[in-house]
Nanobody, 118 residues
């Protein structure tokens, strides 16, 4: 049974930082590209960024580029989202997801709340 469990969310002031973690189990983690998404109240879920299976390549949404960094540790089956210079508009539930190569995102975590106060 595949499980993705996010952690690290919380309340932070604007300009602050948080690091989210997503621990994976039940799959061969290094075979999956990993992604981060977020959903703010009343809005659709949006893509934040993704990382390749080896961690050698990352891609980000324009809204977070230069502020957020995705990394992974395949030995720990964990992907991270380092969020710096946080803004109130970054407030959302953040989800990690896993996909094989070019396939759709097959597995999702339960999400972790990030709230940025102004």
């Amino acid at each position: 049974q595949v499980q993705l469990v996010e952690s690290g969310g919380g309340l932070v002031q604007a300009g602050g930082s948080l690091r989210l973690s997503c621990a994976a189990s039940g799959l061969t983690f290094s075979n999956y590209r990993m992604g981060w998404f977020r959903q703010a109240p009343g809005k659709e879920r949006e893509f934040v960024g993704r990382i390749t299976r080896s961690g050698g390549y990352t891609f980000y949404a324009d809204s977070v580029k230069g502020r957020f960094t995705i990394s992974r540790d395949n030995n720990k089956n964990t992907v991270y989202l380092q969020m710096n210079s946080l803004k109130p508009e970054d407030t959302a539930v953040y989800y990690c997801a896993a996909a094989l190569q070019t396939a759709d995102w097959a597995y999702w975590g339960q999400g972790t709340q990030v709230t940025v106060s102004s």
